[in-house]
């Protein structure tokens, strides 16, 4: 619920406190903007918050809550420099709870862009406040609900050096979207609602379930394959226990639906939203050995601690923050995650069909392993093999993956990629990111072979997928390809991370059995390879072992 306590005014900083939070004070991007509006928005109590996106953000964001609002007076002061409503002086420093102490960023979006306020404190009238691109400032009368609404126009329009360093719309979105994402998910609590270009993108219920909110970003499914918990544990060692305490709380997607990045592990520290990757690698070490290779969790975790041992004045866009005994909050994570996942039903099934009848066809050229012969495979993992004087020890999945890129490459390259219709056409509740994706690389998604269209909110309609390694891509196939697609920078980078994900799937996995000849012709193929001696991913295929090395340890003359 909203704070009925009269609201704090804004009021000017003193010198030295403005020399201790003005780091923060640059817009470099709209989710930059974005990130600092939600901040007022919480401070201010809100329940309900509402993000509205049009093009990249540059265009037109509009962030509209139900908190406190301000008066005239305090509206007026909110667009000066270093006025806060949330600092008196840097003694309170330590204390602070609210997530834009660093000094209010009004100023900073009103000098980067064209800003119009609308407040009201409860009181009649309420303040429309305009700043233009020029800086003059207008004030007048305007009716609304208690709450403030901030729009800001025209972004970096006298920056095109700004301009140019930003991505596309959809890369740009796709930013604004995982970020509201991450507030939402980390604040069940507070009402979310997301909307690009009039459509709407998610809204959470603000029921303070977790569960609630992970339907409402990823989809049902997701929701229902997850158990929430809650941790608690003090300092040892500490005289005030109730000073030293120290919960977990959150939400934790089962090990069988996972990410092929970090990403949508979302931290948060005394209920501020940041990127703790100390604390990310606490959940997986929670989650342990219930993780496939190279798979990454869907979870939130909550942290709350003694104001005094959190500092988020340690980095510009107040992403991260440091934390006092490090050791002991990653501890009390990964014990609550593994707490919870040891008690939840994590039962699943399936399987993966190899093709490796038509991956492993010969193709023309010469083969840089032709003289090696294939002696027996080791641990269903490694195949060893004799070439000259030399052993050759062969990662089968490392090989059959660089197999399977190189065909990829090929296709995509040359005639296509083998595609195949489903049907019926299968929907896909995606996360705001993932759906910015679909937009933004439509073309590159059709040349690797999947055909997907928007069909409402985050849902898209995948209509046709690639089927080029014996088998056709699935769901989980599409996801990866499109976290690859978010994380390159440059298209063709992009492409090519996506090439080497979507290589994994169909690829022989460590402890599948092949027959000798299928050994045999997953070496011969790997030998014409353009390049045979390492994984898409950079990871070696082939170790040698010299006939000397092996007397020299036997001991022999």
Known sequence: ???????????????????????????????????ELLDNALDAAADSIRVEIDGDGTERIRVADDGHGMSRGDAARAIERHATSKLRDAAELPATTSLGFRGEALPSIADAGRLELVASDGTEPGTRLSVDSEGDIQISDAGRACG????????????PARLEALGGAGAEFARISSLVARYALTRPGVSFSLAHDGREVFETPGSGAYADTLAAVYDRHVAARSTTFTHETTLSGDESAEQAAIRVEGVLVYPSTTRSDRSHIRTAINDRPVVDEGVRRAVERGYGTLLPDGRHPVAVVSVSLPPAS??????????????SAREAVEAA???????????????????????????????????????????????????????????????????????????????????????VALSPPETLSLSPAEAAVVEEYAEELAAMGFDAQPFGGTTVKLSAVPAPLGRPADSGAFRETLAALARGDDPEDAREAALADLACHPSLKAGDALESEEAQALVDRLGQCEQPFACPHGRPTVLSVSEETLAAGFERK
């Open 310 to 323: 959190v500092d988020a004045n340690v980095h510009p866009a107040k992403a991260e923050v440091a934390v």
């Open 333 to 419: 994570v990964e014990t609550g995650v593994n707490d919870a996942l040891t008690t939840a039903d994590l039962r699943r099934s399936g399987g993966v069909a190899m093709g490796l009848e038509e991956s492993l066809e010969p193709k023309d050229g010469e083969s840089a392993l032709a003289a090696a012969t294939v002696l027996g495979q080791f641990r269903n993992t490694y195949l060893l093999c004799a070439e000259g004087d030399d052993l050759l020890v062969i990662d089968q999945h490392a090989a059959h993956e660089r197999v399977n890129y190189e065909r990829l490459q090929a296709a995509v390259s040359g005639a296509g990629i083998d595609q």
């Open 1 to 35: 619920m909203s704070d009925t306590t009269d609201p704090p005014t804004v009021e000017r900083l003193d010198e030295a406190t403005v020399d201790r939070i003005a780091a923060g004070e640059v817009i470099t991007r709209p989710a930059r903007v974005v990130g």
């Open 148 to 159: 403030t609404t901030v729009v800001v126009r025209d972004l970096f329009a006298d920056r």
